[in-house]
Structure formats: C-alpha cells, structure tokens
C-alpha cells in the first residue's frame, strides 16, 4: 500500500503532494514502482496536527481518487469521516481506511456497511490529549488483541461483513516505542482476528530507536522495508510505506531466497 498524503503537513514529507497534480503524479509513480493499492489521505494523524473539516478533506482527495480509479488503478481512502468516505465510494474507492477504526463518528460503521467496501479498523485509543494515560498497558499485545476483538464484534454487529475487515494494531497510537516492537514481536496474536492484517510502520518515530542518530522520517525508509520484509515472513496482508522500491526490493529478496532453497 503506497502512501499519498494530500495535506500541507504531513509528518513524512512536509506537504510535497498537497497539490492535486503533484499527488496524482506521485501516485502513478508508486503504482510504477510496485504498489498494489494507494491510500489517499486529506488530513494528518501526527500529533498536534489540526483537525481538518470533512468538507476540505473532500475537496483535497476526491479529485486524486476520481483521477486515479480512472486510471486503473486501486485506492484506499485513508479518512475518519464517514461522508468522505461515502464520497470516495461514490468516486470509485475500494476500501475505507479508517484511523480510529469507526469510534471517531458514530456514522462511519453503517456508510461502510452500506458501500460494501473493505474497511480497515485500526486500534485507536482516541486522540493523545491525555497520552500519560493513553499509553499505559499492562500487556500491550494482549489489550490491543483484546480491544480490536471488541472492535470486530461492534462493527459486524453494524452490519459490516468479517470478510470485509482488515485489522491494523496502530503503530505509533497511543504507544511508546517498547509497545510498537512488543506488537511488531508478536505478529501471530493478531492473524487469528482477522483474515487480513495491516501493518503501517512506514517513517514512524519510534523507527528513530533503530536509525541513525537524528534521522529524518525519509531516513527511516531501510528500518521500514526490514519490517516489511519480517510482515511478509509472518503472512501480514498489507504493509503501508512510503518508500515501495525499499520494500519491493526487501520482497525481491526475500522471493530469490524462496527460489534458491527450491
């Protein structure tokens, strides 16, 4: 899953594609390169970023969507706003990435519901105005397993068919950076949930552990195709990057070894 942010804030690349041409050419790179889905987003999850009406989220992604599914090619909008998501359906979308997993407006569950499209839910704890308390687990793969078991079971009781989850575990969300590699060590709680599993580590701070020292977001791109490439050996559906030639190429390698043991 290749990253479009159509925002002017981006914590990955400071706005370089908040103009729809530029996204749209950014785009169609990525699907050159080797993305299979591009998830198109108009509002950053960094945190202190400004919160962006649904109104101006529209104006910012459903041209790129429009565009690209004329293309030919498979989007995701990456939205927590149940009427940019009914838009982005209406423009041709083929999946709803949803940050906080269907909590942050109440209408999301019945629209994804409703359009039938994959839906991905990622564990969210709501936005880190308290993260003292938000970050506090006293096993955080067992409660994250366990709070995205409840999320499953309240959003196919509104109506959204199993077959149609992919489950994120958030990396990054309201987690410090013992939790994410913890979640990341323990890949296999999250398979049984789910019969698709995101992961999106992709330029995320926690990477900085593992960096060179004052590494920048674009800097982190080795440390995230060696995620990618452990996600493919533990059978996750979808990585989310920014950089798909790092992990194409982590794949290429991967499938050369495949062929050498054969």
Avoid at 228 to 247: F, K, Y
């Amino acid at each position: 899953m290749g990253v479009v942010n159509v925002t002017p804030d981006s914590f990955s690349d400071g706005g370089r594609y908040f103009d729809h041409d530029a996204a749209i050419a950014h785009a169609r790179a990525l699907v050159s390169e080797g993305a299979d889905l591009i998830d198109v987003g108009g509002e950053s999850t960094r945190p202190g970023a400004d919160l962006v009406d649904p109104t101006e989220e529209q104006r910012r992604v459903i041209p790129v969507i429009e565009r690209l599914v004329a293309d030919g090619v498979r989007v995701s909008v990456d939205t927590m706003h149940a009427s940019t998501a009914a838009a982005a359906a209406a423009a041709g979308a083929a999946m709803i990435n949803d940050v906080s997993g269907g909590l942050l407006d109440s209408d999301m569950p019945a629209v994804a519901a409703e359009t039938g499209l994959d839906f991905v839910a990622m564990h969210w704890r709501g936005y880190l105005t308290d993260p003292h308390e938000r970050v506090h687990y006293d096993d955080v793969v067992a409660v994250v397993r366990d709070e995205l078991t409840e999320r499953v079971d309240a959003l196919t009781a509104a109506g959204i068919d199993r077959s149609r989850l992919i489950l994120d575990p958030g990396l990054g969300f309201s987690k410090n950076p013992e939790h994410n590699w913890a979640i990341l060590g323990h890949l296999e709680t999250y398979a049984p949930l789910a019969d698709r599993v995101l992961i999106g580590a992709s330029r995320k701070r926690f990477l900085a552990t593992v960096s060179p020292v004052g590494a920048q977001p674009a800097e982190r791109d080795p440390a995230t195709a060696a995620i990618s490439m452990l996600c493919s050996q533990a059978g996750i559906w979808a990585v989310r990057v920014h950089d798909v030639v790092g992990t194409r190429t982590a794949f290429n390698v991967l499938d050369a070894v495949d062929a050498g043991r054969d």
